[in-house]
């Protein structure tokens, strides 16, 4: 079965500094997802980002990117220019690519704090 | 787009009551929902995986006769709490998977059931 682990149960960063979140997961698979959710206080689930196994380029969303290590199966997260609107838990998550697979393996999350 | 309501946000109900939980998506049509539970400061469990038109699957030590899910539409899975007790209190998070495009799995705002 496929695991998801993150390291960090707390970050935190100054305003407008950057900050990289870990994760790493074990899979037998070559064909699966990977995606960073941001659950603020308000507890709704955002997706950050997502990022196929098939595509060497790591995946970006404005000051968000990911380092994407597939033969060390390692997907950290980095934040740059971080703001108080990032303040959040944040969970790393896999998704096997198997057709119709659909279960998402969420990792124990991490606790960002913004300082400003 | 994509957007998946959860009713009620909060409920608060009496040990050996049933409380019903809905979770529908918007503005697509998808054929699996997911169920979650998440501990205060954990991270999302699966409960179980909702496909509309036949019976849900449970994931390992989730009793499926104190968590009925019934999905009925391609918009709407619910989630029956029978006979619930103090323990079952938690907040209770719904995914929903689009049908068409990318797959991709949208949560609802979640619920928090407290039984007293």
């Known amino acids: 079965a496929q695991t998801v682990t993150q390291s960090q149960p707390e970050m935190s960063v100054q305003e407008a500094e950057t900050v990289t979140l870990s994760c790493t997961y074990d899979?037998?698979?070559?064909?699966?997802?990977l995606f960073w959710y941001k659950q603020p206080p308000s507890r709704q689930m955002i997706l950050v980002i997502r990022?196929?196994?098939?595509?060497?380029q790591n995946a970006t969303e404005n000051r968000f990117s990911v380092n994407f290590q597939k033969a060390a199966k390692s997907f950290s997260l980095k934040i740059s220019d971080s703001q108080l609107g990032d303040a959040a838990m944040y969970f790393c998550?896999?998704?096997?690519?198997?057709?119709?697979?659909?279960?998402?393996?969420f990792g124990q999350g991490t606790r960002l704090t913004i300082n400003p | 787009g994509a957007v998946v309501s959860q009713h009620p946000s909060r409920v608060i109900c009496k040990s050996g009551t049933s409380v019903k939980i809905e979770c529908r998506s918007l503005?697509?049509?998808?054929?699996?929902m997911f169920w979650y539970r998440q501990f205060p400061k954990k991270s999302l469990m699966l409960m179980a995986t909702?496909?509309?038109?036949?019976?849900?699957?449970?994931e390992q030590g989730v009793e499926k006769d104190k968590f009925l899910i019934n999905h009925a539409s391609l918009t709407l899975s619910t989630l029956t709490v029978t006979s619930a007790h103090p323990e079952d209190s938690s907040f209770y998070i719904c995914?929903?998977?689009?049908?068409?495009?990318?797959?991709?799995?949208?949560f609802g705002p979640g619920t928090r059931l407290t039984v007293t």
């Open positions: 995914s929903a998977r689009e049908t068409a495009g990318v797959n991709e799995q949208y």
């Open positions: 899979t037998s698979e070559s064909d699966y997802y």
């Open positions: 990022q196929e196994a098939y595509k060497q």
């Open positions: 998550a896999y998704r096997s690519g198997v057709q119709g697979a659909q279960k998402l393996v």
């Open positions: 503005d697509f049509q998808a054929t699996t």
């Open positions: 909702s496909n509309e038109g036949s019976k849900a699957t449970y």
